[in-house]
Every structure is written in structure tokens, then in C-alpha cells.
């Protein structure tokens, strides 16, 4: 696990609000339905960053637990979530926070579950968790595929010696997401019915958005000065000579399990 790329995102918890997408609202009823939940039942998140996931969960109904280990991000997710009674926030990363056991309906992690130490994540969730209860974990994946800018997008971080690495959005290897959701639950104790769900949809950012984004992506953090500005104004100047905006078409990708 690199604590450097895990506990980044707090140096630009403001920009992180600002230019993060939140996620489908269909996502959220897919969570709820699946899990047979309903207003009053409690839900815990795993790495709530500025709130953007917590708030769809709080919007029906459900009493929300939200974990967040840097104390930048929960101070932005108090000041959203200010007008939810019905959310709680405590800095704290999910490895040491203790549940008093088979508490929740719902454990839910948005863009945050690969951050959490694979050894400990599905044993705390199933602790939490009351049985027949559902974890869900998902992210938001730009899907480069079907990006009208893929190609000059690859050129500008090749050119910017960013090309095929951890920081380059275009590597496979690079993308957030899970590529063997139903054999991991299969190596889990104590979930069954696993399911991948995929939502489809788009976004328009113009050049300042879009490079305000990379902003905040992890590996771009922990880049030196020198690199991220090379890097950004490779970018800014792709999407310039497009006309200055361009749409970014994304996968959101649910995984589903239920505690046994």
C-alpha cells in the first residue's frame, strides 16, 4: 500500500470538492434496494473524502457512519454535510476503527476500497455488517476507450515521460475499479452473491476543469513540481487546440456482495 498516494488527497481537499465527480443517482437506489434497506436503517462508509457519496445515502433516509482518515477532507464533509442530521463524521481509517458488531445494513466505499489493506478490509466489513446485509464498493473509471481525445490524451503524457506509468489515466494498470470482484468475495469469509454493475455517463470539462482534476488524482500528487506542471500543460494544450472543452465519457462500476 502507498501511504504516500493514500493519505494525499487531504492537501487538496477543497480542489478534491470542486472538481471530483459525485456518481449516479441510480447507483445509490441499486445499493439501497439490494441491501432490502430503508429510511432509519444504518449505513457505514469507508473513506468518505468530501462527502459526495455520503450524500446520496443520507438523501434516503439512511443514518450514515462516515469514516475518513484525513482530517482536511472530513472538515469539507461536515461543512456539505451540514444540513444531515442523520450523518456522523469520525477521522479514522477503517483498519483501526472497531465496530460493536453487526451494526449495519449497509458498508459502502466510494473511489476509496483499493486504499484499504486488503488483509483487514472484508474481515472488518463482515463484522460490521448485519447478516444479509450488502457492501458496496465502487468507482468512477474514465473510459478512454470511447474518449473523442484518447489518442492525443496517450501522445501528451508520453511526451510529458508520464506514459504507461501509475500516473498515466490511459494505463490499465493505472485504473481505480476491481478486476475480479466475484473471486475476491469467493476468498472472502462470510459474503456471498457477488454482482458488477456498470453505469454509463458522461461529463464536459473544459480546459481549466480538466486540468484542476488531474489535480487531484494521486499519482499526479506525488509527482514533483516540475513533472505535474510539464504534464498539465501538455494537457491543457491537447484539449486548447480541441477548442477548449471536450466531453469525458465515464464507466461507474458497483460491486455488490452480501454478508452471509
Same mark, same amino acid.
Given at each position: ?60 433516509? &439512511?443514518? $450514515?457512519?462516515?469514516?475518513? /482518515?484525513?482530517? =482536511? ?8 454535510? @451540514? *444540513? !444531515? ?16 458488531g453487526g451494526e449495519f445494513r449497509i458498508v459502502f466505499s466510494g473511489q476509496a476500497w483499493h486504499w484499504v489493506a486488503p488483509e483487514v478490509r472484508y474481515v472488518r ?9 450488502? &457492501?458496496? $464498493?465502487?468507482?468512477?473509471? /474514465?473510459?478512454? =476507450? ?8 496517450? @501522445? *501528451? !503524457? ?20 476491481h478486476d475480479d470482484w466475484p473471486g475476491d468475495i469467493a476468498a472472502a469469509s462470510g459474503f456471498d452473491g457477488a454482482e458488477v454493475r456498470l453505469f454509463r455517463w ?59
Open positions: 500500500m502507498d501511504d504516500r498516494r493514500r493519505l494525499s488527497f487531504g492537501s487538496v481537499a477543497e480542489l478534491y470538492d470542486r472538481s471530483r465527480p459525485s456518481y449516479p443517482e441510480a447507483l445509490a437506489d441499486d445499493v439501497v434496494e439490494f441491501a432490502g434497506a430503508g429510511p432509519g436503517d444504518r449505513a457505514l462508509e469507508v473513506g468518505a473524502g468530501t462527502g459526495k457519496a455520503t450524500v446520496l445515502f443520507a438523501e434516503r433516509g &439512511l443514518n $450514515v457512519a462516515a469514516l475518513e /482518515p484525513s482530517a =482536511d477532507m472530513a472538515a469539507v464533509a461536515r461543512r456539505n454535510l @451540514t *444540513a !444531515y442530521g442523520n450523518v456522523t463524521i469520525e477521522e479514522t481509517e477503517f483498519e483501526r476503527w472497531r465496530p460493536d466489513a463482515r463484522e460490521a455488517l448485519v447478516t444479509g446485509g450488502a &457492501l458496496a $464498493v465502487f468507482w468512477n473509471i /474514465p473510459d478512454w =476507450d470511447a474518449c473523442e481525445l484518447r489518442e492525443e490524451m496517450r @501522445t *501528451a !503524457y508520453r511526451r510529458s515521460g508520464e506514459g504507461d506509468g501509475t500516473g498515466d489515466p490511459l494505463n490499465p494498470g493505472a485504473q481505480p475499479g458522461s461529463s464536459t470539462y473544459t480546459t481549466q476543469e480538466y486540468v484542476d482534476l488531474l489535480g487531484t488524482q494521486s499519482a499526479n500528487l506525488v509527482m514533483t513540481g516540475a513533472q505535474r506542471e510539464r504534464l498539465e500543460a501538455d494537457i491543457a494544450s491537447v484539449i486548447d487546440t480541441a477548442g477548449g472543452a471536450f466531453e469525458m465519457p465515464y464507466l461507474t462500476q458497483l460491486c455488490l456482495a452480501r454478508a452471509s
